[in-house]
């Protein structure tokens, strides 16, 4: 399985005839290093809250790709109702469902979701995160989110892989995130979320020596790791 870091908190995982993207935000983003064929062929495509900067270009890669948008109801139906054409599928924290690829499980998220229609904040519902299990690997998107005891219960999944936003002024910043490690066990963790827009600066270097017993994987945009 290949996982590919789009920049911002946009991952890209592909596996033979399964080809998903999670917050899709590309075209907007400045520093996204463009290549047509990280959005050819997209099988799914995973929302974790309303937000412009994880809904993104969403609704384009749906359009081209036919994908399945997996979100929670109330961003899928705001979807639904722009185009009825879309395919989706609602999640609600705490539940999971299994998919042809594996399982997809919405984990809670300590966030805002509204959804930004044409300078009109719409209710986007709750803020979550992924954990999503595909031939006995699992992989955790936190989405944008403060620390929470909840993210204690993680550790019972033997998390493979975790994506943990860093920046800190929406979501968690470096001191929380090391605590985020400590509390989910994972086997490696990519720190998401960060440089990417002004108020979020933090060095993810930093984050990586706060962890010492822990495999922290930093990704330049376009870099990936196979799982
Ligand atoms: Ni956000
Ligand atoms: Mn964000």
Redesign the pocket.
């Known amino acids: 399985m290949k996982v590919k870091f789009l920049g911002?908190?946009a991952v890209l995982i592909e596996d033979k005839d399964f080809k998903c993207i999670i917050d899709p935000y590309l075209s907007q983003n400045q520093s996204y290093i463009e290549n047509p064929s990280d959005i050819e062929g997209i099988t799914h495509i995973l929302i974790t809250h309303g937000?412009g900067?994880?809904i993104g270009d969403c609704e384009s890669i749906a359009l081209k790709n036919n994908s399945l948008i997996i979100s929670n109801i109330e961003i899928v139906s705001y979807l639904k109702a722009k185009n009825k054409s879309f395919k989706v599928h609602p999640l609600q924290i705490g539940g999971s469902y299994q998919f042809d690829f594996g399982t997809v499980k919405m984990t809670p998220a300590l966030h805002g979701s509204a959804i930004n229609h044409n300078g009109e904040l719409i209710y986007g519902g709750l803020a979550g995160g992924f954990l999503i299990e595909r031939n006995g690997m699992k992989i955790y998107h936190a989405g944008?989110t403060g620390l929470s005891m909840e993210m204690k219960l993680l550790e019972y999944d033997n998390i493979d892989l975790a994506f943990l936003?860093i920046g800190g002024n929406?979501?968690m910043d470096i001191t929380d995130a090391v605590r985020a490690v400590h509390f989910i066990k994972p086997k490696q963790v990519i720190p998401i979320?960060y440089h990417s827009r002004g108020l979020i600066q933090a060095d993810p270097e930093e984050f990586k020596r706060k962890l010492p017993e822990y495999k922290v994987t930093i990704l330049k945009n376009s870099e990936y790791i196979e799982l």
């Open positions: 911002h908190s937000h900067d994880h944008d936003p929406y979501t979320h």
